[in-house]
């Protein structure tokens, strides 16, 4: 029921920020946990970042990401957001966003519903 559209996505220099957003449909946006991961080619999907229900009170990242990386929520808009600053190469993969039901996780499997994902290229 739930459907997830993200934007956002470009090519970018090492160091440089971005911004990527996720635009849900349905009815019961604030009770979902949301969350980004992100492929790279070659590798597994990954967690990024997480954020709970309701609030953006409670919210994890993968190490990696720590400091550079914050994810927020605006219910009023049915919005998630991932800011990405001082990003590096290694960062370069398709990110995408997920709603869940249960409680939240880091397992793609945790999450029910997914977008198409948006492509993010660090260049050196």
């Known amino acids: 029921q739930v459907q997830l559209v993200e934007s956002g996505g470009g090519l970018v220099q090492a160091g440089d920020s971005l911004s990527v957003s996720c635009v849900a449909s349905?009815?019961?946006?604030?009770?979902?946990?949301m969350a980004w991961f992100r492929q790279a080619p070659g590798k597994e999907r990954e967690f990024v970042a997480g954020i709970g229900r309701w609030s953006d009170d409670f919210t994890v990242y993968t190490d990696s990401v720590k400091g550079r990386f914050t994810i927020s929520r605006d219910n009023a808009r049915n919005t998630v957001h991932l800011q990405m600053n001082n990003l590096k190469p290694e960062d370069t993969a398709v990110y995408s966003c997920?709603?869940?039901?249960?409680?939240?996780?880091?397992?793609?499997?945790?999450?029910?519903?997914w977008g198409q994902g948006t492509q993010v290229t660090v260049s050196s």
């Open positions: 997920a709603a869940g039901v249960r409680t939240y996780g880091r397992r793609p499997s945790d999450y029910d519903y």
């Open positions: 349905g009815r019961a946006f604030s009770a979902y946990v």
